[in-house]
C-alpha cells in the first residue's frame, strides 16, 4: 500500500527535464506544478491574446526579481497591440532565447527572465527583464587607494561587468557564462581577451567549473574553494580582489578572471606569489613612489612573519648575538616575569589576534576605539602585573602592525599562520630550527602551481617579463606580457 503511493506520488511529481508540449493548457500546469502555484506567493502568471496572430499565451515570472513597468512596457503592450510576423519583431526587448524543455525555463525564471509560452508552439521564449536589489557603486572598502581610481564591484553581475567594459574598450573581451550547481543554477562569468589568454589555461578553468558537483555555488568566495587544486594549503593560489581597474590590468595580461552575482568582487586566476604584493597604487605612482611602497610592503612581510621568532631565537639560545647593554635591559624587564619568553610572546600574538577578530565584528562606530582603548589596556595592564616585559609589547605591536600592510587577505591568513609556527620553531631550537621551518616553508610554496603556472614565477622558473616582480620598471620600458602565461601576443609594443 505504501508502496503503491510512493509509486502514484512519483508519477504525479512535475519532471524538470519534459519537453514543452503544443497544448497551452498542459504547459501552464506543468508550470504550476514545477513553481507551486499558490503557494509560491511571488511566482507570477498572466494570461493574454497575442495581436499579430490571436493566439493564446500565458506569461511566467517571479514578481520579486523582474522589472515591472519594463514587462508592461516592453512585452505585453507590444504583444496586445502590435503587428508582426514573430514574438522577436513585436517585443523591445534586447535579449531573447527559445527553450524547448521545462529545465531551461526553470533556469531562465530563477535568473530573473520571463517565459512566455504560446498555445500551438512547443518553443517558449525567455526574455530578459531581470531587476535584482543590489548596491550602488561605491569605494572599496578592503583595498583602500590614495592615487587612482575608488570604484569597487557590486553585487550586480551586469554593473561588475560593466564596470570592466568601462576600462577596457575592446571588442576582443569575452563575457562567457558557464552554468554551476545541481539544485540551484547560478552562472559564473569567464571574462577574458580572445587574442590574449592561453587556450590550455582557459580549458583548465572550464573543466574545473563543470566538475564541480554540488547542490549550489553562491558565490564566488564559495567558488573559490571548489576551483583550487589543494583545499588545505595555507598558501593561496587565487587572486580575489574587489577593484575593477586591478581585474582590468590583468585581463590586458592575459589572465582570467571570474564573476558572479552577489559577490562584490572577483577572482583572477592563474596567480603567482607576487601578485599578493602589488597594488594597483604602485603603477599610479610614479616610478621611485611606487617602489619605494613596494619595498616597505616587502619589509612588513618580512617583519610580521619573523620579527617574533627572531626575538625568541636569539634571546633564548643566541644571546651572545645581543649587545651587552640592550641585553642587560632585556634582562632586568624580564627579572620579575614568571612565563618563559616563548610564553610571553605566545600571550601577545594571540591577544593581538583577539583584538583584532573583535574590532571587525564590532559595529563600525564603536570598532577602531574599542581596539585602541582594548589593545593600551591590555598592554599596560599586562605589563605593571609583571605578566609580560615591556619589550614584548613592542614586538608583538610591530609583527601586529606589519600585517595589515599586506592588502590581500588570503596572503595575510598565510603570514599570520605561519608566525605561529615558526615561533614554535624559534623556541624549540633557536635559528637552526627557525631557518630550517623557513627553508621547508619555502620550498613548499615552491612546490604549489597555480592552474598549471609554478608559484614563483617568473623569477623562478625565469620567464620573459616585464619584469614587475619586486620592483617594477619604468612603464615606458614594460614591454612584454609575462610569458609564464604563455599568451598568444607576448609583446605590449614594439620597441
Known amino acids: 500500500m505504501v508502496r503503491s503511493f510512493k509509486q502514484s506520488k512519483k508519477s504525479q511529481t512535475p519532471s524538470k527535464h519534459k519537453k514543452i508540449s503544443t497544448s497551452l493548457q498542459d504547459n501552464i500546469q506543468e508550470s504550476k506544478q514545477l513553481f507551486s502555484y499558490g503557494v509560491n506567493k511571488d511566482f507570477a502568471m498572466r494570461t493574454i491574446q497575442i495581436h499579430f496572430n490571436k493566439k493564446d499565451a500565458c506569461l511566467f515570472y517571479y514578481s ?65 527583464v531581470a531587476d535584482f536589489a543590489h548596491r550602488n557603486i561605491s569605494i572599496t572598502e578592503n583595498e583602500n587607494t590614495i592615487k587612482g581610481p575608488q570604484e569597487a564591484f557590486t553585487e ?37 581577451i580572445k587574442d590574449l589568454v592561453n587556450e590550455d589555461i582557459l580549458e583548465n578553468v572550464r573543466s574545473r567549473l563543470e566538475q564541480i558537483a554540488t547542490d549550489n555555488v553562491r558565490n564566488i568566495e564559495i567558488l573559490e574553494q571548489y576551483i583550487e587544486e589543494r583545499p588545505y594549503s595555507l598558501i593561496p593560489t587565487v587572486l580575489y580582489t574587489e577593484k575593477p581597474d586591478k581585474a582590468s590590468s590583468y585581463l590586458e595580461d592575459g589572465f582570467i578572471i571570474l564573476l558572479m552575482d552577489s559577490s562584490s568582487a572577483c577572482l583572477i586566476v592563474p596567480v603567482t606569489f607576487w601578485s599578493f604584493f602589488h597594488s594597483p597604487e604602485d603603477r599610479y605612482l610614479r616610478f621611485f613612489y611606487g617602489n619605494f611602497t613596494r619595498a616597505i610592503r616587502l619589509f612588513c612581510f618580512y617583519l610580521t612573519l619573523l620579527i617574533s621568532a627572531s626575538y625568541v631565537a636569539i634571546s633564548n639560545f643566541h644571546s651572545e648575538m645581543i649587545p651587552p647593554d640592550l641585553l642587560l635591559a632585556i634582562t632586568a624587564s624580564r627579572e620579575r616575569v614568571p612565563f618563559p619568553l616563548i610564553v610571553e610572546v605566545l600571550i601577545m600574538e594571540i591577544a593581538f ?23 593600551l589596556i591590555l598592554g599596560q595592564a599586562a605589563v605593571q602585573a609583571n605578566i609580560i616585559s615591556p619589550i614584548i609589547v613592542i614586538v608583538a605591536a610591530l609583527s601586529g602592525l606589519s ?72 612603464i615606458k620600458k614594460e614591454i612584454f606580457r609575462p610569458n609564464y602565461l604563455h599568451p598568444k601576443d607576448v609583446q605590449k609594443k614594439s620597441k
Open 64 to 128: 520579486s526579481i523582474v522589472n515591472g513597468p519594463m514587462i508592461n512596457l516592453h512585452v505585453i503592450k507590444p504583444l496586445l497591440e502590435r503587428s508582426g510576423e514573430s514574438v522577436n519583431n513585436v517585443v523591445s526587448i534586447e535579449n531573447i532565447e527559445e527553450v524547448d524543455n521545462f529545465e531551461k525555463i526553470i533556469q531562465n525564471i530563477n535568473s530573473g527572465k520571463i517565459i512566455l509560452l504560446i498555445d500551438g508552439d512547443d518553443t517558449a521564449y525567455a526574455m530578459d
Open 156 to 192: 550586480s553581475l551586469n554593473s561588475n561587468i560593466s564596470l570592466i567594459r568601462k576600462q577596457l574598450h575592446n571588442n576582443h573581451l569575452i563575457n562567457e557564462g558557464v552554468q554551476t550547481g545541481e539544485r540551484s543554477k547560478n552562472e559564473v562569468n569567464l571574462v577574458y
Open 353 to 375: 589576534e583577539l583584538i583584532r577578530e573583535a574590532g571587525l565584528r564590532i559595529p563600525n562606530p564603536l570598532g577602531p576605539t574599542i581596539g585602541i582603548v582594548g589593545a
Open 403 to 474: 600585517s595589515f600592510a599586506l592588502a590581500d587577505i588570503n596572503i595575510n591568513f598565510t603570514v599570520r599562520l605561519m608566525r605561529f609556527i615558526f615561533i614554535l620553531a624559534a623556541g624549540a631550537f633557536g635559528m637552526l630550527a627557525l631557518t630550517g621551518a623557513f627553508l621547508l616553508f619555502f620550498m613548499y610554496a615552491a612546490s604549489i602551481k597555480s592552474f598549471g603556472i609554478p608559484f614563483f614565477s617568473p623569477m623562478s622558473p625565469h620567464f620573459l617579463s616585464s619584469e614587475d616582480t619586486v620592483f617594477r620598471k619604468p
